[in-house]
């Protein structure tokens, strides 16, 4: 059985609705062309019989061949270059953006169509196409349909996708079509593979030359009305572009990764669905969004995440919520062998039932964040939703939680999220005279209070010198590096610059990689970012600048980041490409530009 690709070889494009994934191997071994969260046509990514659409070379990866790649700038349209004994030649790779589409127009009618653009560059090279869809993440094989045109249909369960090449005519195999043909220098031949539902509307028909010069115009127009001016800039600015790649326009929700089930160890069964929209990473992405784009995006995530929480009662609000604000995302297994042995595959995802205490807080902080957009006063909805997530925490922050690491063990008082607790009341305060005549700040504050002695009594650990992962632990958690974020204590008092001396000793390793515990089995990159923020609050910004530039190193060829590092091999892990690790670099970037911001 074939070995998956390394996750660093992937790269990443998007038409703001879905996402595929693309090897330097040139196979597309990930997409899921209904929306991010939806099934696979293409799943190799997470088993070798799922389904991939291979357009490379013959014999690439051989004696004398080389490959090159990059996006076309501020763009998430892949160039790669292979280069062969016989010549050299491109395969551009863009999923469609629709016909017009400019700035904030953007994915939101994404025809669910996949362009490869192959251009001979030099000599003559011999070209092999190796198209094998399995829908319904590898449980369906297609029957396969050549058409007048020379196209090929496959169709199977609720999938419809049609394959076209120029010039070529494509000649149905059993469950694939296979096809050689040679390219030379200053040859074209474009490519679309077209996704249609079975009982809807028939698959677009698109000019693929014409439809990746289209896109690449919609890209370029997007970032021209984006700006960002602090350091960094390329790196903030590929961050932003990620970003603005797995944010599912049509609602404004930023998905945590394009992939599920990427393990966070080889071999391992920590392998989780991130194809949501997270609460608790809500503040910081909203950060991110407004420092490297713009305050639309901001906005527009915001008010899908008060649309999906809806009015709030006694349970809990969830911590993840569906692209569109489904609540119920309930998970379940799936049959495949996984990456690299890695088992199980998940599909749907069960932190949505935990109690988390942290989530009401990173919603105020949003609040407190667009406070100036939102109005003096309060009203309706907005109102109601602030006033339930304070009374929230000020009814349950006494109760342990799972914390944000969402373990799945028993649940436990952990120090992350009491903070949160103390920022959400601390903020709600501050907030208190656009709420009304319900609002009680003088009551809100003496819970806020309460909750920051406990934190200073019950979080920190005289005996090693430190804040810890949970109340009464003697574990280190790198989670403890958020007290200075949140403003729950400067990063220059001592016990907190304790606390990051014993992190970086016990959690850290000489490259500027973070565990989150003693026994993470890898560097989790956003820990390192906050590492980064804490330094520069502390006064000590050319630590902070050498930490961020290795960090950054981590990223791969074409500056995408997965969730984790493998501390042996330096490979990446965990789902890809991580809103989170994209977050946290656009955030420390912004931090080392401006100290006392946010």
């Known amino acids: 059985m074939e070995q998956q690709p390394a996750i660093s070889d992937y790269g990443f494009l998007s038409d703001s609705r879905s ?49 090159e ?63 094998a869809p399995r829908p319904e993440y590898g449980l369906l094989t297609p029957y396969l349909h050549e058409q007048p045109d020379g196209g090929v249909l496959a169709g199977a369960g609720p999938v419809v996708l049609v394959l076209h090449a120029d010039g070529l005519r494509l000649r149905a195999g059993i469950d694939r079509v296979t096809h050689e043909f040679e390219v030379s220098a200053g040859q074209v031949v474009g490519m ?9 509307d028939p698959p677009a028909r698109l000019d693929p030359v014409a439809t990746l010069a289209e896109t690449v115009r919609a890209w370029e127009a997007y970032r021209e009305s984006h700006r ?13 572009t990620v970003l603005t790649g797995l944010t599912y326009a049509r609602s404004g929700a930023v998905a ?36 490297a ?39 379940h297994h799936c049959r495949l062998r996984g990456y690299r042995d890695s088992r199980p595959v998940r599909i749907g995802n069960d932190a949505w039932l935990q109690r988390q205490l942290d989530v009401p807080g990173e919603v105020i ?8 957009y939102l109005g003096a006063t309060f009203e309706g909805e907005l109102q109601e939703m602030v006033l339930g997530l304070t009374e929230q925490v000020v009814a349950t922050w006494q109760l342990p939680d799972r914390g944000m690491w969402e373990t799945r063990g028993e649940e436990r008082h952990y120090l992350s999220s009491k903070v949160i607790c103390w920022q959400t009341l601390d903020l709600a305060v501050g907030l208190a005279d656009r709420l009304g005549e319900r ?44 007290l200075p974020v949140a403003h729950f204590l400067p990063a220059t008092d001592p016990r907190m610059r304790s606390t990051m001396a014993m992190v970086e000793r016990e959690l850290g390793t000489d490259d500027g990689l973070l565990r989150r515990w003693s026994t993470d089995p890898a560097g989790f990159l956003m820990c390192s970012f906050w590492l980064v923020e804490c330094l520069v609050m502390a006064g000590e910004s050319q630590r902070a600048e050498a930490l961020f530039e290795r960090v950054a190193g981590y990223a791969n060829d074409v500056g995408l980041f997965s969730e984790q590092i493998d501390l042996r091999t330096g490979d990446q892990l965990g789902n890809t490409p991580q809103a989170l690790s994209h977050v946290g670099l656009i955030n420390a970037a912004w931090r080392l530009t401006e100290p006392d911001s946010y």
């Open 19 to 67: 996402g595929a994934l693309v090897g330097k191997d040139g196979s597309i071994d990930w997409w899921c062309p209904h929306r991010f969260d939806g099934a696979s046509v293409f799943g190799r990514l997470l088993d070798p019989r799922a389904g991939h659409f291979r357009l490379a070379p013959v014999g690439v990866g051989g004696p004398g061949c080389r490959v």
């Open 69 to 131: 790649r990059a996006y076309r700038p501020d763009t998430l349209v892949l160039r790669t270059v292979h280069h062969t004994p016989h010549g050299s030649v491109a395969v551009t790779d863009a999923l469609a953006a629709q016909v017009g589409a400019r700035a904030h127009e953007l994915g939101m009618n994404s025809p669910a169509v996949l362009i490869r653009v192959v251009e001979g560059l030099s000599g003559r090279v011999r070209m092999a196409l190796d198209f």
């Open 192 to 200: 679309d593979v077209a996704f249609g539902a079975a009982y809807g």
């Open 228 to 240: 960002y001016s602090g350091r960094y800039p390329d790196l903030v600015r590929q961050s932003a």
């Open 256 to 291: 945590a990764a394009l992939t599920t089930s990427l393990p966070e160890r080889i071999g391992g069964d920590r392998n989780y669905d991130y194809r949501y929209s997270w609460l608790r990473d809500f503040s910081l992405t909203m950060r991110a969004l407004w420092v």
């Open 293 to 331: 784009a713009c305050p639309d995006e901001a906005s527009r995530l915001f008010a899908w995440a008060t649309r999906s929480i809806g009015r709030i009662g006694d349970d809990p609000v969830p911590v993840l919520f569906g692209l569109e604000g489904e609540r119920d995302i309930s998970e």
């Open 365 to 372: 902080s949003a609040v407190w964040q667009l406070r100036d």
């Open 439 to 482: 609002a009680e700040p003088r009551r809100w504050a003496g819970v806020r209070d309460e909750i920051r002695d406990a934190v200073l009594r019950e979080g920190w650990n005289d005996r090693i010198g430190a804040f810890t992962g949970a109340f009464g632990s003697a574990e280190l958690d790198a989670s403890a590096l958020i």
